[in-house]
């Protein structure tokens, strides 16, 4: 695995840019570190979802102007903020380009890579730890600490809130997505699959094995090896900060639905 860079959105997140706290928690560390949980046997890695769903977000009856998408940062820090406290924002968000980055991760997370330059989240302070010697690598323990306080960001998280703050600046949100290339097709879809995705991933509480065949450690287990880039984030993290970040995700996404309309019951 590449650099890494940490995580969630839902944010998983999931957001507005909070989303990003989730899904990004996990994925940073100095060096590319992806690793493999030891779990008895694995389906083969699901192929990636494609956008298909086409449900509606409700729209409030009168939606206030917004911002243009280039200077939409400052709105949205104000509004985390107002969620959550300014100084916790400015600990773990870049406060720049915040929608366009959050769109690339939420895109990006089913993939098998996640370029490092789209993530808004403050990388985690440390190295990557890992325990043993050659061909019995495994993820230390103590790494899961590297990330405690990103876990407990998520978990201070109003998923109500948040997605009242997605539903608010959803036009943005859309906009960034079809200016990236996906003109016609609705990036609420994409969020919801990303969730999945994420909601997904294998987690067990036997060691991380890894190997190291070159510069970067790599999990052990192909069928791990081969996930995408948001679950190999959660299953590195440790299973139990990776539940919290499950139940978090899992509150965003009910959050969301309630928000919805399906598209067919509206034409």
Excluded: C
């Excluded at 960034?176 to 290339?181: K, L, R």
């Excluded at 590195?236 to 009910?254: C, F, N, P, Y």
Aim: hydrophobic letters at 45%.
């Amino acid at each position: 695995m590449k650099k890494n860079v940490l995580m969630v959105l839902s944010a998983v997140v999931i957001l507005a840019a909070g989303v990003a706290v989730y899904l990004y928690l996990h994925q940073q560390s100095p060096k590319p570190q992806p690793a493999v949980v030891e779990i008895p046997v694995l389906p083969a890695a699901p192929a990636e979802p494609g956008p298909v769903l086409q449900q509606v977000l409700e729209e409030p009856p009168e939606r206030e102007a917004l911002p243009s998408l280039a200077e939409s940062d400052q709105v949205i820090l104000d509004a985390l903020a107002g969620m959550l406290g300014s100084e916790r924002v400015m600990k773990f968000f870049y406060g720049t380009r915040l929608i366009h980055k959050f769109v690339a991760v939420v895109d990006n997370l089913p993939r098998k890579k996640l370029p490092v330059v789209v993530v808004p989240v403050r990388r985690a302070a440390g190295a990557f730890l890992v325990e043993g010697s050659q061909d019995a690598w495994i993820i230390s323990p103590q790494n899961a600490a590297r990330y405690s306080g990103y876990v407990a960001f998520a978990e201070a998280v109003n998923a109500g809130k948040l997605a009242d703050i997605y539903v608010r600046f959803y036009p943005l949100f859309q906009q960034a997505y079809e200016e990236m290339g996906y003109p016609g097709k609705y990036f609420n879809d994409r969020l919801l699959m990303a969730i999945d995705d994420l909601l997904s991933a294998p987690l067990s509480s036997k060691p991380v094995r890894l190997v190291r065949p070159g510069v970067f450690y790599l999990y052990a287990d192909p069928n791990l090896e081969a996930r995408s880039s948001g679950q190999k984030i959660l299953m590195r993290i440790g299973a139990a900060d990776a539940v919290k970040i499950k139940k978090k995700l899992d509150e965003i996404k009910k959050q969301i639905q309630r928000r919805m309309r399906d598209k067919k019951a509206a034409d």
